[in-house]
């Protein structure tokens, strides 16, 4: 039996299974967007038309769950699961790596008893146990490194999910992403419910500028910048030339790397030129 709901939390759909499904029904599934949950334990989606004509062809309909929330309370939501997912994996890195040293330092206590340069003495009665006892030498040291690997990966894991705030609130990224949600707002093609839902996050990411702005960053605009200025950008001094709408014409004056370039500095934070990013007129 399975039921198929509406995730309010989520604005999407899950489909709950009793038990694994076929690999027909998975192979359906994946084929029409849907994804499965290991945290949830089902499977799920945005909620398309289609996905939801499957979902009733496949388990019957078992009402709404979950409470819709305020894309502020999404976005900490988000941050909350990024801090949990950092803490799982370092607790994995940590457990791995342990287990990766345990291994390492059996393998060499077990290797010391073999006397140093002792071959297999092929033929004698103790050939077949010498050989199986290198042998379990050897797995512990291949099993020492694969550990090693798992905790290299969550390590990686977790610096990806402990960084997901800087990535996300990022000043520039925020910047663009209003840029492209306000386009999305004016388009003719956007429904009147999607402009609701987009000027929504658009007050929450100019929320997030603000503060940063508060925090003594400053988003460049065309009006801070005048033909003749020399910038400091990516390290290297620069001369403008032009200042267009959303992006400055400079050509780079550092000795041997003199090239005239477009360099887009409108709407970027201020650390992004450097706190002495204008040197002279």
């Known amino acids: 039996m399975a039921i198929w709901r509406k995730n309010l939390e989520h604005e999407g759909i899950e489909i709950e299974f009793d038990g694994k499904p076929s690999d027909d029904i998975r192979s359906k599934l994946k084929s029409n967007g849907f994804r499965w949950s290991r945290f949830s334990k089902v499977w799920y989606s945005k909620g398309y038309s289609y996905q939801v004509d499957l979902a009733n062809e496949l388990a019957e309909y078992g009402g709404e769950v979950g409470e819709k929330l305020t894309f502020a309370e999404k976005m900490e939501a988000k941050e909350a699961r990024a801090e949990a997912r950092a803490e799982r994996y370092s607790t994995y890195a940590e457990n791995a790596s342990k287990r990766s040293d345990q291994l390492y330092n059996e393998a060499h206590k077990m290797g010391d008893i073999i006397p140093l340069g ?15 006892y290198r042998d379990r030498i050897q797995n512990k040291f291949g099993k020492s490194i694969e550990e090693d690997k798992k905790a290299e990966y969550f390590e990686r894991r977790a610096e ?45 990411w100019k929320a997030v500028v603000k503060q940063h702005e508060a925090a003594g960053l400053k988003v460049w605009g065309k009006a801070d910048f005048k033909v003749g200025e020399v910038i400091v950008a990516g390290g290297t001094k620069a001369r403008i030339r032009r200042v267009n709408p959303k992006s400055l014409t400079v050509e780079y004056i550092e000795p041997g790397r003199e090239w005239m370039n477009l360099l887009t500095v409108t709407k970027v934070p201020y650390n992004s030129l450097s706190q002495n990013c204008k040197l002279e007129v």
Do not use: C, M, W
């Open 118 to 132: 002792q071959p297999i003495l092929v033929g004698h009665y103790s050939e077949g146990r010498d050989r199986r």
């Open 160 to 204: 990806a999910a402990a960084d997901f705030k800087d990535r996300t609130f990022n000043l520039g990224t925020t910047l663009r992403r209003i840029e492209k949600l306000e386009a999305a707002i004016r388009s003719n093609n956007t429904s009147d419910r999607y402009k609701a839902k987009f000027q929504e996050e658009v007050d929450y």
